[in-house]
């Protein structure tokens, strides 16, 4: 057991470990896990890593999941990083990478963040299931919760693409389309998760989805032989891999693997959903709820992030960027990637590209330096948008 407590990402309150958690007793903000560091060290080393599972379970020391029979797997996380050489030498970047998070089970990164949370609502006892998706960590639940024997009451927009909704039904999901956002089917859960005895496993507001995302940290300081890339492209709704990341390169400095050089971290959103950008802009370290959130990348249509504070910091710390694309440039980017590197990548995974465009342009990017896109789900989940 190496996890020590919860602490409060906002006013540090700690949290006792091996108990139910949702938010912050004391001011209602995200909970992150905390590790005895020293003891994860004594065995997770570099060099133990090489005989180990190709899955994220191979990071299993940095991760809260006490009992090895609680570990709910399909397959998750060691996706491959892929050199793209062609799209690279178009944009005149020597080092462009994709990290294809499509080849996670249920086919998006949000494998990796309910892989973690239902193992952990196993080992504490959790039954009953739910949370508000805006598409792809429903259909992860769903299959996640099915694969432990629990129940997953699962709440989406009516306009979720389809094949989102009919992968819940089919691993045996409880789904409910709402008129509304994401944040309408999150007051839903909200209003009915007590009565109904449903644990809410809603994006940074449970403290275990971050730890199964803050593998995709870990896995590109290993797949890169320990040296972060200098720019790091992620579409960010609820932001959870973004803060999951920023964590992992904290918790690996503490483990001595890495230096204190991290990426600049840059938070990719569609032009009619993009408050992190805005408040980017702005200066803000809270977002406000985006008015009227619209667009075809499904994931991000997220109009008020309850992590937005460490979303923001990590930009800011990191001298990152925050950048908002087009529906119409984030969709010709699909065809751009997958008719350069035969990737049918997400339309929010595409995104990144129109981004990285950008800050090429403003001289942000240079041609040496090493790029990292985000891919984190399939296209194929998306025909409607094509
Ligand atoms: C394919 C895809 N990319 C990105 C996101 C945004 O992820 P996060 O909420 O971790 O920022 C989502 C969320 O639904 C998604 O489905
Ligand atoms: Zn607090």
Redesign the pocket.
Known sequence: MTVTHLECAACGARHEARRLHNLCAECGKPLLVRYDMERVARTLTKESLKGRRADLWRYREALPVEREENIVSLGEGWTPLLRAERLGERLGLKHLYIKD?SLNPTQ???AR?MSAAVSMALELGVRKLAAP?????AGALAAYAARAGLEAHIFMPRDTPRANVIECEQTGAHVTLMDGL?TDCGAEVARRKDAEGWFDVS?LKEPYRVEG?KTLGYELAEQLEWELPDWVF???????????MWKAFDEMEQLGWIGSKRPRMVTVQAVGCAPIVRAFERGQRHADEFPNAATV??????PK?IGDFL?LDALRASGGAAVAVTDEELLAAVKEIGAAEGLFV????AACLPALKVLIERGDVKPDERVVL?????GV?YLESF
């Open positions: 998070e998006s990164f949000k963040g998706s805006a598409g792809n960590a994401i994006t995302k992620y579409p960010t709704g609820g932001g959870t891999g973004l803060v999951g990348a499904s994931g991000l249509r997220v992030a979303i997400a339309p929010e995974g985000f891919n984190t789900g399939a989940k």
